[in-house]
């Protein structure tokens, strides 16, 4: 299925049909602030295990990423200082992607509950933002890939859906998407690191 709904005013009547999805398990592939992406509803043991056969990855070995709806909802989830928290009101919502320590009884599934820690993003995308607050729940979020030498299959909504309808159950065309990853920042230690430079700007103080 392939489902239009426009970046600036997201539907609530086609966000309602995608998250129906979300909450039967199903995977979908829908806009952010940087890549597309493929999502599940993070507390559905049954969709995490299938985006990460899909996405063809151990998420044993793999570090894991979800979406929030706000900082005041990752406390569930994560441990977050007093330098980190500084960090990441300053930064989101945004292209980025902050690596923290979970907190220990942590309402995540498996294969989630014995990770030491794991990737929070909030984007600056209204599209992204109604799918997890109309959810109540996060979203494991994995980029679609993405190949230079076809860089349209992961960029162009359709071209997506041509590319993917068999192996998610909608693809949300907001749009055409960006061609550059978020910036990974690493909190888990005393020294706040940079992971990997994407879009968001680094450093981001002075």
Known sequence: MLVKIYPENPSAKEIAKVVKILQDGGLVIYPTDTLYAIGCDALNVYAVEKICRTRGIDPQRCRL???CESLSSISDCVRVDNAAFKLLKQCLPGPYTF????VRGNKLPRPFR???EIGIRIPDCQIAAELVRTLGNPLLSMSVPYDEDESEYATDPELIYEKYKARVDVVVDGGF???EASTVVDCTADEITLVR???G???VFP
């Open 65 to 67: 990423s979800i979406i």
């Open 99 to 102: 690596i923290l320590p979970t």
């Open 114 to 116: 014995n990770r030491r």
């Open 177 to 179: 998407g960006g061609t």
């Open 197 to 199: 430079q994407g879009k």
């Open 201 to 203: 700007a680094w450093p």
